[in-house]
C-alpha cells in the first residue's frame, strides 16, 4: 500500500518536472522560430504563425540486468558513488527496438554478446524526459571488453554475493542502488528467481 502510494507521488513529480521543463524550452516554433500558445490545458503548444502543434516529448532509455547462469553483470558510470554497482543503462537510437538497444548498449559498454531479452518493467525518469524500460537479458559470452569512456567498471557478480550488495551486508562495501530505483528491482527480481 506505502509502495503504491510512494509509486504514484514519483509519478506525479515526474510528470511536473517534465512537463514544467518542456514549457520552458518551447516557448518558440521549432518549424518557424515564432512564439507557441499553451493549448489543451498544457498538453500541446501551438504556433500561431505556422499552425504547428508542439506535444511534449518522452525519451525512451532502456536499463538491463545482463545474467549468465546464477552471474549478474553489473558497472559502475562515473557519476556513481565509487562503491555503487548497478545494471547498464542507455538510450534507445533512432530506427531501434528496444531489445536491439539492449544488446547493442551491452556490447559496447561491457563487450558482452547478449541473446534473449525480455520485458520486466518500467519508470518514469524526469531528467529530463525520459522513461527507463526494464529488460532482463541473457548473455551469449562472459568475457568482457569494458568501454572506459563510459564505465569505471563493470563486474560479473554471482548471486550471492548480489544479494549481501543489494542488503548493504557485502563484505566488499560495495552495495545496489536503492529501492526507489528501477535498478534495484530487476537485481531483486533476479536473486528471487530460483
Ligand atoms: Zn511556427
Known amino acids: 500500500m506505502k509502495r503504491a502510494a510512494s509509486q504514484q507521488v514519483l509519478g506525479m513529480m515526474a510528470q511536473a518536472a517534465s512537463m514544467g521543463k518542456w514549457h520552458s524550452t518551447h516557448k518558440m516554433c521549432s518549424q518557424c522560430g515564432k512564439p507557441t500558445e499553451l493549448a489543451e490545458a498544457g498538453y500541446r503548444r501551438d504556433c500561431p504563425s505556422c499552425s504547428a502543434q508542439h506535444f511534449p516529448r518522452t525519451d525512451p532509455a532502456v536499463i538491463m540486468l545482463i545474467t549468465h547462469g ?14 555503487v554497482y548497478t545494471t547498464l543503462a542507455g538510450f534507445v537510437e533512432p530506427g531501434e527496438t528496444f531489445e536491439d538497444a539492449v544488446r547493442r548498449e551491452v556490447f559496447e559498454e561491457a563487450g558482452v ?10 519508470q518514469p525518469w524526469p531528467f529530463p524526459s525520459n522513461i527507463m524500460i526494464g529488460f532482463h537479458g541473457e548473455a551469449l559470452t562472459t568475457d568482457l571488453n569494458i568501454d572506459y569512456e563510459e564505465m569505471q567498471d563493470c563486474q560479473w557478480f554471482s548471486k550471492e554475493e548480489t544479494l549481501k550488495m543489494l542488503q548493504g551486508e557485502a563484505e566488499s562495501g560495495l552495495i545496489c542502488p ?17
Open 178 to 194: 536503492p529501492d526507489i530505483s528501477i535498478a534495484h528491482h530487476l537485481i531483486k527480481k533476479f536473486i528471487e528467481e530460483q
Open 113 to 122: 554478446k547478449v541473446g534473449t531479452v525480455k520485458y520486466v518493467a518500467s
Open 70 to 83: 546464477d552471474k549478474c553483470l553489473m558497472g559502475r558510470p562515473y557519476h556513481l558513488m565509487e562503491n
